[in-house]
Protein backbone atom coordinates (compact mmCIF):
# COMPACT_ATOMS: atom_id res chain seq x y z
CA UNK A 1 0.00 0.00 0.00
CA UNK A 2 0.87 3.58 -0.86
CA UNK A 3 -0.18 6.69 0.91
CA UNK A 4 -0.07 10.00 -1.09
CA UNK A 5 -0.88 13.58 0.80
CA UNK A 6 -0.75 16.72 -1.03
CA UNK A 7 0.09 20.19 0.00
CA UNK A 8 0.63 23.33 -0.60
CA UNK A 9 -2.61 24.45 -2.80
CA UNK A 10 -4.77 27.62 -1.60
CA UNK A 11 -5.64 31.43 -3.15
CA UNK A 12 -3.57 33.18 -5.84
CA UNK A 13 -3.90 36.40 -7.73
CA UNK A 14 -3.10 36.04 -11.48
CA UNK A 15 0.61 35.54 -12.77
CA UNK A 16 1.45 34.74 -9.37
CA UNK A 17 3.09 31.11 -7.78
CA UNK A 18 2.33 28.45 -6.01
CA UNK A 19 4.33 25.04 -5.12
CA UNK A 20 2.47 21.73 -4.95
CA UNK A 21 3.77 19.10 -2.67
CA UNK A 22 3.02 15.08 -3.19
CA UNK A 23 4.41 13.44 -0.01
CA UNK A 24 4.49 9.38 -0.14
CA UNK A 25 4.92 6.80 2.18
CA UNK A 26 4.43 2.68 2.38
CA UNK A 27 5.70 0.43 -0.33
CA UNK A 28 6.54 2.83 -2.55
CA UNK A 29 9.72 2.26 -5.29
CA UNK A 30 12.15 4.19 -6.82
CA UNK A 31 10.36 2.88 -9.73
CA UNK A 32 7.09 4.36 -9.74
CA UNK A 33 5.69 6.89 -11.82
CA UNK A 34 4.42 10.35 -10.42
CA UNK A 35 1.56 12.46 -11.70
CA UNK A 36 -0.07 15.11 -11.24
CA UNK A 37 -3.72 15.46 -12.26
CA UNK A 38 -6.65 18.37 -11.92
CA UNK A 39 -10.02 18.74 -12.20
CA UNK A 40 -12.39 21.47 -12.39
CA UNK A 41 -15.60 21.66 -11.90
CA UNK A 42 -18.20 19.98 -14.39
CA UNK A 43 -15.17 19.07 -16.22
CA UNK A 44 -13.36 15.64 -15.91
CA UNK A 45 -10.06 15.21 -14.53
CA UNK A 46 -7.03 16.12 -16.69
CA UNK A 47 -3.17 15.07 -16.75
CA UNK A 48 -0.71 17.63 -15.90
CA UNK A 49 2.60 16.38 -15.52
CA UNK A 50 4.14 13.06 -14.99
CA UNK A 51 7.99 12.53 -13.57
CA UNK A 52 9.65 8.82 -13.87
CA UNK A 53 12.74 6.88 -12.56
CA UNK A 54 15.17 8.58 -15.28
CA UNK A 55 13.68 12.07 -14.17
CA UNK A 56 12.26 12.58 -17.19
CA UNK A 57 8.99 14.57 -17.54
CA UNK A 58 6.23 15.11 -19.43
CA UNK A 59 3.90 17.91 -19.29
CA UNK A 60 0.04 18.78 -20.92
CA UNK A 61 0.43 21.67 -23.59
CA UNK A 62 -1.18 24.02 -21.47
CA UNK A 63 1.02 24.11 -18.92
CA UNK A 64 4.21 23.68 -20.76
CA UNK A 65 6.90 26.68 -19.74
CA UNK A 66 5.32 27.30 -16.61
CA UNK A 67 4.68 24.22 -14.45
CA UNK A 68 7.72 22.34 -13.07
CA UNK A 69 7.36 18.91 -11.88
CA UNK A 70 10.49 17.37 -9.57
CA UNK A 71 11.16 15.33 -7.23
CA UNK A 72 13.43 14.94 -3.87
CA UNK A 73 13.84 10.72 -3.20
CA UNK A 74 15.40 11.60 0.17
CA UNK A 75 12.15 13.29 1.20
CA UNK A 76 9.54 10.55 -0.96
CA UNK A 77 8.51 14.04 -2.10
CA UNK A 78 7.15 15.01 -5.79
CA UNK A 79 6.56 18.75 -6.40
CA UNK A 80 4.72 21.03 -8.87
CA UNK A 81 6.51 24.40 -9.20
CA UNK A 82 3.63 26.29 -10.79
CA UNK A 83 4.29 29.92 -11.87
CA UNK A 84 2.16 32.42 -14.38
CA UNK A 85 -0.83 30.99 -12.93
CA UNK A 86 -3.92 31.89 -15.05
CA UNK A 87 -7.70 31.65 -13.73
CA UNK A 88 -7.76 28.74 -16.32
CA UNK A 89 -5.44 26.61 -13.99
CA UNK A 90 -7.82 26.93 -11.08
CA UNK A 91 -8.98 23.16 -10.15
CA UNK A 92 -8.62 20.62 -7.85
CA UNK A 93 -4.82 18.75 -8.33
CA UNK A 94 -4.36 15.43 -7.64
CA UNK A 95 -1.43 13.45 -7.11
CA UNK A 96 -1.35 9.91 -8.42
CA UNK A 97 1.23 7.72 -8.41
CA UNK A 98 1.97 4.02 -10.13
CA UNK A 99 3.64 1.76 -7.64
CA UNK A 100 3.89 -2.08 -8.84
CA UNK A 101 0.87 -1.69 -11.42
CA UNK A 102 -1.23 -0.31 -8.83
CA UNK A 103 -2.59 3.46 -8.94
CA UNK A 104 -2.64 5.64 -5.56
CA UNK A 105 -4.52 9.12 -5.61
CA UNK A 106 -4.05 11.28 -3.18
CA UNK A 107 -6.74 13.56 -1.23
CA UNK A 108 -6.24 16.30 -3.92
CA UNK A 109 -5.20 20.30 -3.22
CA UNK A 110 -7.62 23.40 -3.87
CA UNK A 111 -5.91 25.64 -6.16
CA UNK A 112 -8.06 28.51 -7.01
CA UNK A 113 -6.67 31.64 -9.07
CA UNK A 114 -7.85 35.21 -9.34
CA UNK A 115 -8.22 37.36 -12.10
Known amino acids: QVQLVESGGGLVQAGGSLRLSCAAS????????VRWFRQAPGLEREFVAQIIWSETTTYTDSVKGRFTISRDAAKNTVYLQMNSLKPEDTAIYYC?????????WGQGTQVTVSS
Open 26 to 33: GSISSLDI
Open 96 to 104: NRINRGQNY
